[in-house]
């Protein structure tokens, strides 16, 4: 036998050991529960949580705490990064994908500012190249990161009936990449029609950009008339955060919604 042929051999039985070493960690984390601090400081300063069907909640602690075994979290312009903020980063974001087959695979890093933080933003138009300062309350890149202002991140989830929630919205960015392409359109389960999330979300994004051009007032954030993406991220907002009123005003893109998440927010408060 070469010494090729070994070294292959070697690498991947290592390989082999490795990955199933990890699906087994990665159940075994799904299977376990946060302790009662944990659970209590989520409910603390993440409310919506306590809404949550009892066997809905159970899930979530099992996708918490691989969600923090996975990703790295990193304090900016002096921020200490404290528990409070991982669990309640990760329980908002863990909401999303509850109860589906979506996982945040690719994500690493979250990047967290004290408070609203500047962005460069580039632009080409034709050979003509600009940039400019915007001021940002929360980031999503492909893959990641996932950089959040902290002091909006915690209003957003203490607040949980306003509509707002900088960390469903850029967790929303995630999901919606997870296809390669961050344009609204996001993995679908199995049974949930294509056709019928573009004709409902096409039709919606329209009724949407001309009552804001309009001036009224709509359930969905005035942001979401900016784009495709936007639209998504700001209906995911108000999904959880306004599930009775969007149902009323937007049935079926409520609808569509639900069945993406698995997810009935609307009779949470029942």
């Given amino acids: 036998m070469t010494l090729f042929l070994v070294l292959a051999i070697c690498t991947f039985a290592a390989i082999f050991f490795w990955r199933r070493h990890t699906a087994q960690k990665q159940r075994d984390l799904l299977q376990s529960r946060l302790s009662d601090a944990q659970r209590a400081l989520i409910s603390r300063h993440v409310p919506m949580i306590g809404k949550l069907p009892p066997?809905?909640?159970?899930?979530?602690?099992?996708?918490?705490?691989?969600?923090?075994?996975?990703?790295?979290?990193?304090?900016?312009?002096?921020?200490?990064?404290?528990?409070?903020?991982?669990?309640?980063?990760?329980?908002?974001a863990c909401l999303l994908v509850v109860n589906t087959d979506l996982w945040y695979g690719n994500l690493t890093t979250i990047l967290i500012y004290p408070s609203a933080f500047k962005s460069k933003n580039i632009t080409h138009d034709g050979r003509v190249v600009r940039e400019a300062e915007t001021?940002?309350?929360?980031e999503s890149w492909s893959g990641g990161p996932v950089i959040l202002s902290w002091a909006d991140s915690a209003q957003g989830a203490l607040n949980n009936e306003d509509g707002h929630n900088v960390v469903l919205h850029e967790f929303a960015h995630q999901i919606d990449d997870m296809t390669g392409k961050t344009n609204g359109i996001p993995v679908l389960p199995d049974g949930q029609s294509l056709a019928e999330w573009?004709?409902?979300?096409?039709a919606a994004f329209e009724r949407h950009s001309s009552e804001t051009q309009a001036g009224r007032k709509t359930v969905i954030d005035p942001y979401g008339a900016t784009g495709?993406?936007?639209?998504?991220?700001?209906?995911?907002?108000?999904f959880f955060e306004k599930p009775e009123q969007l149902k009323r005003?937007?049935?079926?893109?409520?609808?569509?919604?639900?069945?993406?998440?698995?997810?009935?927010?609307?009779?949470?408060?029942?």
């Fill in 198 to 202: 573009g004709r409902v979300m096409a």
């Fill in 135 to 138: 001021v940002r309350l929360g």
């Fill in 55 to 92: 066997e809905t909640r159970t899930k979530l602690d099992g996708k918490i705490a691989l969600f923090l075994d996975q990703v790295d979290f990193g304090g900016c312009n002096g921020l200490d990064v404290t528990d409070e903020m991982r669990l309640s980063i990760a329980a908002q």
């Fill in 228 to 238: 495709y993406e936007e639209f998504f991220a700001t209906s995911v907002e108000v």
């Fill in 249 to 270: 005003d937007e049935p079926q893109v409520y609808a569509q919604l639900a069945a993406l998440f698995n997810l009935d927010p609307a009779t949470w408060g029942a």
